[in-house]
Each structure stands twice: as structure tokens, then as C-alpha cells.
């Protein structure tokens, strides 16, 4: 099985830094998400790649498939970015996502 | 607007009662799933389904049922047996497996008193 290690647990950091998260998995994948948790519980995609990278405004995810290591980055952060940030890995089943233990991230301004 | 439904938000029950989370989606998708959320830990696969009428235990499943009559609904039940119900709960779903986008649900916390 899987097993996704989330580094930092925890990131305090003042507005408009430029942050990074990174995430390790042990066994090969064929997809890994970047989750965002807000307070309430909801969560929300923000990517799924394979490969390469992807820009969705502030946000830069990384994928080396060779290393099993995955970094997000977050430029000219806000306190709005304040949330828990989840890395989640799929094998290729059916079987659903296997999930790090996130990272709270906290943007003062 | 397309998405998941979670209710409630928020649910309170007396130990040794079965309680029923509610998930729908109205993105047509095949696949759905439900997991579970404890402070400090990743979350964990309960159950998950890929089509109507099927549906398969995850890692966690002792404890809860479910069901799969109708495409766009994957209700979860928490047992009496489930020794640990108070937590998290949270309802995904993907157009078929998770090499797809996946969307989720607003959760339900559930706590057992």
C-alpha cells in the first residue's frame, strides 16, 4: 500500500511570501491530487497531473515521477490561502485515493 | 450548478443508534465514494462503489453500510457496531476511477454522545 508523507505538518508564514509544500509517496502512481480543506470540512480540487506541471493562478504544482515526489507552490500568498493542503495519490484502480495527512497553512497578514 | 451533496452538516446521536449520511451528486458520475476524517490522520476509504448495485469495502469498512440503488445517490449508514463513530465524514465522487478529476462533498460531522 501506498504510504504519502506530507512536509511541513504545519507552516505559518506572512502575506505575500512565496510558499511551498511538499509530498512523497512510496510505490509508483498513475495520478496525484493537490486538495485544498477550508475550516468548514469542505474540500476542493485544485489539480490532478501525472506528469510535468500545472499553473491555476497562484498556485504551481510539480510531479517528478522518478523522485515519487510531488512540491506546490503558492506565490504572493494571502491570508485567503489559510487552509489544510492535501496531496492524495491513485494507483490506477478503482479503489480511491490514498491520502497524506495534510498541511495546515496559516497566511498572517 | 453540478456537485455533491452532503446532509446534514452537522449530526448528533445517542450511542447504539444507526445513523444514515446522505450523498448526492448530480454530475453523472460512475463512481462514488465515502471516507472518513480523524483529527492528525489522513483520510481513509470506507466504501466505494463504481456502478448501480455495486459497491466494495475500502480499508475501514467495520462497521458501515451502504448503498447503491440509484446513480446519482450513495447513502452511508453508521452501525451501532462501528466502535468509534464520532468524526468526519466526507462523499466524493469521479467520472469513473481517480485518474479523473475528483470532486467532494461539504462533509458531515457526525458525533455520538
Known amino acids: 500500500k501506498n504510504e504519502v508523507e506530507q512536509s511541513p505538518q504545519n507552516l505559518t508564514a506572512q502575506e505575500g511570501e512565496f510558499i511551498t509544500i511538499n509530498c512523497s509517496y512510496s510505490v509508483g502512481i498513475s495520478a496525484l491530487h493537490w486538495l485544498q480543506q477550508h475550516p468548514g470540512g469542505g474540500i476542493v480540487s485544485l489539480f490532478m497531473l501525472s506528469s510535468g506541471k500545472k499553473k491555476h493562478g497562484r498556485l504551481i504544482a510539480t510531479i517528478n515521477i522518478q523522485e515519487k515526489h510531488s512540491s506546490l507552490h503558492i506565490t504572493a500568498s494571502h491570508p485567503r490561502d489559510s487552509a489544510v493542503y492535501i496531496c492524495?495519490?491513485?494507483?490506477?484502480?478503482?479503489?480511491?485515493?490514498?491520502f497524506g495527512k495534510g498541511t495546515h497553512l496559516i497566511i498572517q497578514p | 450548478d453540478g456537485g455533491i451533496t452532503q446532509s446534514p452538516k452537522y449530526l448528533f446521536r445517542k450511542e447504539g443508534q444507526n445513523v444514515t449520511l446522505s450523498c448526492e451528486q448530480n454530475l453523472n458520475h460512475d463512481a462514488m465514494y465515502w471516507y472518513r476524517q480523524d483529527p492528525g490522520q489522513g483520510l481513509r476509504l470506507i466504501y466505494y462503489s463504481q456502478i448501480v448495485n455495486d459497491f466494495q469495502k475500502g480499508d475501514i469498512a467495520e462497521g458501515y453500510s451502504v448503498s447503491r440503488e440509484k446513480k446519482e445517490s450513495f447513502p452511508l449508514t453508521v452501525t451501532s457496531a462501528q466502535k468509534n463513530p464520532t468524526a468526519f465524514y466526507l462523499c466524493?465522487?469521479?467520472?469513473?476511477?481517480?485518474?479523473?478529476?475528483?470532486?467532494f462533498g461539504q462533509g458531515t460531522r457526525l458525533t455520538v454522545v
Open positions: 466524493a465522487s469521479s467520472p469513473s476511477d481517480l485518474n479523473t478529476e475528483a470532486f
Open positions: 492524495a495519490v491513485s494507483g490506477g484502480g478503482a479503489d480511491g485515493l490514498t
